[in-house]
């Protein structure tokens, strides 16, 4: 079998992802790539791409998420079930807002802030393209910078395991 590589890589906010616009004055902003596996991959529709993507988290993100939705409730923080129900078209939790042959953007507005991930497919770049997930936050309150605080360590973790579990089941 061939050696695949999986390093998933910080990389800069790329210029030409549709969320770039919202980059300035973000309270996070964050991006990280990595090579597909496979050509099937690259030829993917960028829904079931995300919907692969935003699946492979790790089960102790799942349990944080349990958590998260005990406290944040509290707070009246959307719950992520609240989000789930949430009417129009969905990935999970997250609303999408936008797509195109290689990218979609998805997330959420709530009261403490506004989200948007950029799922952009690179087909350029490596053997079969590359795939980059951009997160940007525009909080609105204390209570969002606060949260932003809170989550941004287990965010990061989250986006790079995800995009390494999805590569190494060959995004299937």
């Keep these: 079998m061939q050696e ?9 906010l790329p210029p030409g992802a549709s969320i770039a616009p919202l980059y300035p004055g973000s309270n996070l902003a964050d991006a990280y790539a990595v090579d597909l ?18 699946g492979s988290q790790p089960d102790w993100a799942q349990s944080l998420m349990v958590l998260r939705d005990v406290i ?6 959307k719950t992520a079930r609240q989000m789930e129900a949430k009417p129009g078209e969905r990935i999970g939790i997250f609303r999408i807002y ?42 609105h309150n204390r209570v969002g910078r606060a949260y932003i605080l809170l989550i941004r ?6 986006v790079q395991r995800s995009l390494a579990r999805a590569v190494r089941g060959g995004f299937a």
Excluded: Q, W, Y
């Design 153 to 158: 360590p287990f965010h990061k973790l989250i």
């Design 37 to 54: 596996p496979n050509a099937r991959a690259r030829e993917l529709d960028m829904e079931s791409l995300a919907r692969i993507l935003l």
């Design 98 to 139: 936008a797509r195109s042959a290689d990218e979609i953007i998805v997330g959420e507005d709530d009261s403490h802030l506004d989200f948007r991930l950029s799922v952009l497919r690179n087909r350029g770049a490596g053997r079969h393209g590359s795939v980059t997930v951009s997160s940007v936050v525009h909080c």
């Design 4 to 12: 695949m590589n999986i390093a998933v890589r910080a990389v800069a």
């Design 72 to 77: 944040v409730a509290r707070f009246g923080i």
